[in-house]
């Protein structure tokens, strides 16, 4: 056993191959790591300047986790961070940000489901084949390009169709920021609506029901995780977004939730404000605080969004083997 | 009874055609308004010009220069970097191992991110500590790096685009047939020579899908550049990694929100924008005819 | 040590996909410079057995094996062993013709690119074309995409493209079995040629092909291997009732 001929020790590995191997390995792998040092970095430095809100006691002098959300000494709740008296409520922000999400939610929901249920259920592959692409046009559209025809042209159509008093509000940013969740939310949904096994519409039909009452009571239910997700990711989209809103929202810190007047968003402050805040200083520290909040929000939603439309793979992936096994009897 | 069920089906379906008409209403109205507005203003000179008369004049060349600049930097450090991912995620990696599913999710995740927080870690990370770090090493603490400019903002934008680049590139590889691999490893083939012989070559149409769909993305970003290195204004052209630059979504930005006299400079705001969109879409139309001939090679072999 | 004329030794071999069981405690000697034919229904390990001749079952990721797999007296499973070296010595032609992009000369010179030895390649191209009896029918067009060869042309291509890496053994997984008869007759014609140069496994679920051209037969059922001989006797006085009942074309 000790001896091997020579043409069996030939196929010996050499250190030359196995280490070019090695490192090309190493190359890949390293870079593959890093995608999640990207996010672990992103949570790590942007907390790492929202931090001090929480233990520096020189930025507490001036502001702490308290009075960001409780009724100020002066009496109600305000944002002005530049004034000689620095106020940091976030309730204007937040009142802002809950309601042009709910603006563009209420738009885009609708409309992304209804055309991604009739893309999936009724059109002929001919309009399906045009939707797409237009879906995709939209989406790429870049969010200062909405922002610049929010402000110029719909806040001028709005004001006069309603006869609104101001012309940047709620409405007109959740409008414009309706378009840049429609395409997250029907590409979505229309992925778990086409998942939806053919079996399930034939046996519908075969029932009796026609196209609308299956895609109603059949499809829909079927593929409720995967709207689910959609609506999530789309909310994700809303809350995060910042050129649409900083451009169409007035960017007036008012504690109201009437969707006529102008507003101010979380995104949007960050963005307006961080160019002017002292490096270190207080202000600086909170807009960070601002954006790990924005972080840790989105990041959540998009972890119930995704885990919905993994829930959806599994159950369409158990149903479809019982429907095909059955079928094959 | 009937009748009605046929009434509330039509309606369903009326409405829900409808939403369809709406989005593409949408499309047709902001791309049509911009093309009305934008067009009569371009002209060579409006693409190859400096801007006068505090930009209310002249034309927009330095932020054409200083997207063009910003993007293909960013492409160079994100396509090496999404490509080797993409090849661990789809070639390398045992397949369900734990891995695979965190950088799955950190993909997904890093995608949904708000592009502002790539603003705020991109001035947190690298303007402050990578450039800080390197000033304090290498410029015996002198500002060069430490400062917005190019190249932090490309890399912000590169963290940015990578999912897309990773994306488009496991598509393509996971078009490439299981027999060509096995073919060449029955050949002896070592894994690295597989891939570059015979899986990567048949890829590279993904890759290059993932190249221009992240340089449509990213020249359209302006939150994570507003503080890592974009300029109002700026009288001299990017020469080197560690100068601001002016771009043109950002440039749009400033004279909509910040020009003293909106109504005069709006023509060639209107022009920007539309500048600004036959770039993105230009990119994003070759990225579909380079998916599509990709698709209908493979469906020949 | 082993006999002297075996190349590779196979013994006490399982394997299992998953937790399901393709080989069961195989042990089969190949000699040197025979035919040994292995014959079986489908799903009976004849795939399973040779690609672990030359491991390429690594590449399955739920693949497991256990027993021994000698090739020259040396252990496969030895994690000394260059597998990527072992292959270029054990070469394998697929059951479907698997040309990959690029033109005929590409195909032919991607083995050998791989070893890196650059040796006096038109020439090895044109023998082993001539072996893979190809040579006529391309030699003027071996710059044209391997696509634009009919199917029996292209399995020719691929036999020539591991000969080209001059093996020593050659493991066949059913080459014929979606070729036309002529085509079949041009590989099994190069294959009795070939035999004087290197051992050949050929898997065939053709019962008549293993007849015509090997040396010896092995008979491969539900993961087991039931039988081996010289495959006169194995066709015409099997020791086993249901090898007799197989290459009589009662079930399979």
Known sequence: MSSLPPAAEDLFLRPRSVLLERIVEWTIRSSAFVVIAALVLIFVFVGKEALPILTSSAVHEEVDLVRMVAPLESGGFSWQPVSTVPKYSLLPLFLGTLKVTLVALLFAIPVALGAAIFTSEFAPQGIREVLKPVVELLAGIPSVVVGFFALMVLATWLQDAFGLLLRLNAITAGLGLAVAVIPIVYTVAEDALTAVPQVFRDGSFALGANRWQTAWRVVLPAAMPGVFAACVLGAGRAFGETMIVLMSSGNAPTVSLDPTESFRSFSATIAAELGEAVHGGPHYHVLFFLGAFLFVVTFGLNLAGHWYVGRLRDKMQGKSRLASRGGGR | MSRWIRFVGWLFTSLTGLCCLMILAMVVIILGDILVHGAPGLSWEFVSAEPRVGMTEGGIFPAIFGTVALVLLMTAAVVPLGVATAIYLHEYAAQDSRVVHLVRLA??????VPAIVFGLFGLGFFVQFAGGGLDALFFGGRLAFGQPCILWAALTLAVLTLPTVVVATEESLRAVPKSYREAAYSMGATRWQVMRRVVLPQSVGGML??????I???AGEVAPIMFTGAAYYLPYLPKKLNDQFMELGYHIY???TQSPDVEATLPILYSTVLVLLLVTFGLNFTAVIVRSRIRRRLRQT | MSDADSVIEV??????????????DVSLDVLAGE????????????????????????????????????????????????????????????AVPVPLPGTIRDNLALGPSFNG???????????TLRAAYLWDEVKDRLGM??????????????????????????????????????????IEDALEELKKEVTVVLVTNNVMQASRVADRTAFFLQGRLVECGPTAQLFLTPKETVTNEYVSGRFG
């Open chain 2, 107 to 112: 993909l997904q995740n890093l995608a949904g």
């Open chain 2, 209 to 214: 899908t993932g190249a221009i769909l992240a």
């Open chain 2, 216 to 218: 449509s993305r990213g």
């Open chain 2, 254 to 256: 400033v004279m909509t």
């Open chain 3, 11 to 24: 013994r006490g071999f399982s394997a299992w996909y998953g937790t399901h069981a393709a080989l069961e």
């Open chain 3, 35 to 94: 035919i040994l034919g292995i014959i079986g229904p489908a799903g009976g390990g004849k795939s399973t057995f040779l690609r672990s001749l030359n491991r390429l079952n690594d590449l399955q990721a739920n693949f497991r094996s256990s027993g021994t797999i000698r090739y020259l007296g040396l252990d496969l499973a030895d994690p000394r062993v260059d597998v990527a070296r072992l292959r270029r010595r054990i070469g394998m032609v697929f």
């Open chain 3, 117 to 127: 030895t650059r040796a006096d390649l038109p020439a090895l191209m044109e023998k």
């Open chain 3, 145 to 186: 995409s391997a696509f634009s060869l009919s199917g029996g042309q292209q399995q020719r291509l691929c036999l020539a493209r591991t000969l080209m890496m001059e093996p020593d053994v050659l493991l066949l997984d059913e080459p014929c079995s979606g070729l036309d008869p002529i085509s079949t007759a041009k």
